[in-house]
């Protein structure tokens, strides 16, 4: 099976997708000619032309609401944000006009649309571009939530997404980009709603998604060598939520910790925690536990910015923690 970059999986899905469907296009800053802020859409202006890769002008507000409208009249864009952190000005057109039309034309009007983009830290961008935001987009009721951690899941949800006839959120780790993993280079999706089992274990849980695989990866293989071994859940979309597939997990392992890339409070770990207390309490043999970023914005000094970030050695110190093993 090929091995490719996450980004490159991400082009081989709009590329198929934009081949497959002729109502898809893209549209964002810099996607046409400059190939995309992170190469995501190489390629596509010289194979599809400018009316189906469309450099906007500095306005996401703007070319959300066109994004939103096209869709709303048949159409199926996929709207690039440069970073979610320059999402904040076009919120209003993804939470007030995608997410809630369906439900206001009383069902005249699917908003068949993906947002996607780069979201949470990568190194020192400083505290207004490191922000991780799955935890206020998950909030809202009509939209999907979909966070891929490797290349082949990347690939997969964004077909999904983009068939979807609902507004669709994917939320990329700007970190991944480069990441490699095996992709294969013919036809498959990755259904929206369905977590994934990363690897097998049967002490502790670590329910995780987006960025966080790897750091939950990384630290079940050194947890392994202490023959501590980790169930890895994948949770790949946060909305809606794959709950079975954490319930499944924490009864077989009887402890969990959940890592996020996100702030402690009102974050996505709360809610899987809900979860779990609401209808696996009594196979718990401890509190669930929460790794996550510190409680302040992110630092541009690297020193604090790596003492800020959830890591590997948290993620361990938190399951030998619930394992009563500290």
Known sequence: MPIITYREALNQA?????????????????VGVYNGAYKVSKGLLEEFGENRVVDSPIAELGFAGIGVGSAMAGLRPVIEFMTWNFA?????????????????????????IVFRGPNGAALQLGAQHSQAFESWLAHIPGIKVVVPGTPYDAKGLLKSAIRDDNPVVVLEGEMLYNTKGEVPDTEYLVPLGVADVKREGKDCSIITSGKMVLVAMQAADQLAKEDIHIDVVDLRTIRPMDV???????????????????????????????????????????????????????????????????????????????????
């Open 14 to 30: 709009l590329r198929e997708e934009m081949a497959r469907d002729d109502r898809v296009y893209i549209m964002g800053e810099e």
């Open 88 to 112: 904040l000005l076009a919120i209003d057109q993804v939470v007030n006009s995608a997410a809630k039309m369906l439900y206001m034309s009383g069902g005249q009007f699917p908003v068949p």
């Open 244 to 326: 079975e597939a954490i319930y499944a997990s924490v009864r077989k392992t009887q402890r969990a910790v959940v890592v996020e890339e996100g702030w402690e409070i009102c974050g996505i770990g709360a809610q899987v925690v809900d979860f779990i207390q609401r209808d696996c309490f009594d196979h718990l043999d401890a509190p669930v536990l929460r790794v996550h970023q510190a409680d302040v914005p992110m630092p541009y000094a690297k020193g604090l910015e790596k003492i800020a970030k959830p890591d590997v050695a948290k993620t361990i110190a938190a399951v030998k923690q619930v394992m009563y093993r500290t």
